[in-house]
């Protein structure tokens, strides 16, 4: 039998995946239709497993490398309510440090996007053995769990969330597991 993640996102303030490409007015847009696309969501998991357990063999394990495929499945963010909120514009000005003025030419806008909150599912693909499953799951969890935000500029206020995996339950212990997965490198 296969193992399957759910986790719920909840957004506290809009993000933006760029597309990579311009649109008219736009310096940088975002996809309608799937703002939030797997491969992000398995980056950023990723990004925070190795941001709390460092290059664990772990997180390789988990995630894939060369010459390791990933034993896992993402799904593209689906929002709760079955539609992401309009997007909005938005300015960005770098602002000149001897000035304090807005830099010539350094006007940019960006398109921002968002829901109140959003699923998605992670899927075993390939067989994991029985004895690492847990440590993958709760790799998968805690991940999830540790992300606050996402998307571009998050420093500047986009993109902040919560993340929870509804699949695994969370304690001290389980934590103190996962951060014992790090010291095994």
Known sequence: MRSA??????????FRVSTGHAKPGLDAGVDTENPL???????LLRATATQLLGDAQIVNEVFGAPGVECPWRWTN??????????????ARVSI??????ATPDMLGISEQ?????ATFRITQRLGIPAEKLPHHRTV?????????SLGAERRRGLGWVSIRCTDVTLDQQSVRDFLALGVTR
């Open 5 to 14: 993640l759910h986790f719920q996102i909840t957004f506290h303030t809009p």
């Open 37 to 43: 696309p797997n491969t992000s969501l398995k980056g």
């Open 77 to 90: 963010a689906e929002p709760d309510d079955g539609s992401w909120h309009a997007p909005q514009p938005a």
């Open 96 to 101: 000149d440090p001897g000035t304090h003025t």
């Open 113 to 117: 996007i968002g829901a109140r909150s």
């Open 140 to 148: 998968l969890a805690v991940a999830g769990q540790a992300t606050r």
